[in-house]
């Protein structure tokens, strides 16, 4: 499984972003998204996850309600759209896949993108 994440970037407090990861190498049925972020200094935190098939989705709290994660079968990508982009919300973001969801945080996924950093300016 390859992942590619991109569309990171520059962007003022207030300000939106969309994330993109590429997803080949296999058919993902059955398989959960997911992206999180690790800012400096910081461990990696779940941002979001949804579901291949049914297109379920979840949320961490802090994002919950700003970010809305969304998926393209036919093109195999799976998008962040990020809105109302706060200077917390500064770090490297990753997406990653994974088989099943059991312990809920980074242990699920087996497989990463290489990260695409989001600055917000203050």
């Known amino acids: 499984v390859q992942l590619q994440a991109s569309g990171g970037g520059l962007v003022q407090a207030g300000g939106s972003l969309r994330l993109s990861c590429a997803a080949s190498g296999r058919t993902f049925t059955n398989w959960v998204m997911g992206w999180f972020r690790q800012a400096p200094g910081k461990e990696r935190e779940f941002v979001s996850r949804i579901t291949w098939n049914l297109g379920t989705k979840y949320y961490a709290d802090f994002v919950k309600g700003r970010f809305t994660i969304s998926r393209d079968s036919a093109k195999n990508m799976v998008y962040l759209q990020m809105n109302s982009l706060k200077f917390d919300d500064t770090a490297v973001y990753y997406c990653?896949?994974?088989?099943?969801?059991?312990?809920?945080?980074?242990?699920?996924?087996?497989?990463w993108g290489q990260g695409t950093q989001v600055t917000v300016s203050s």
């Open positions: 990653a896949a994974a088989r099943a969801i059991r312990y809920g945080d980074s242990r699920d996924y087996i497989s």
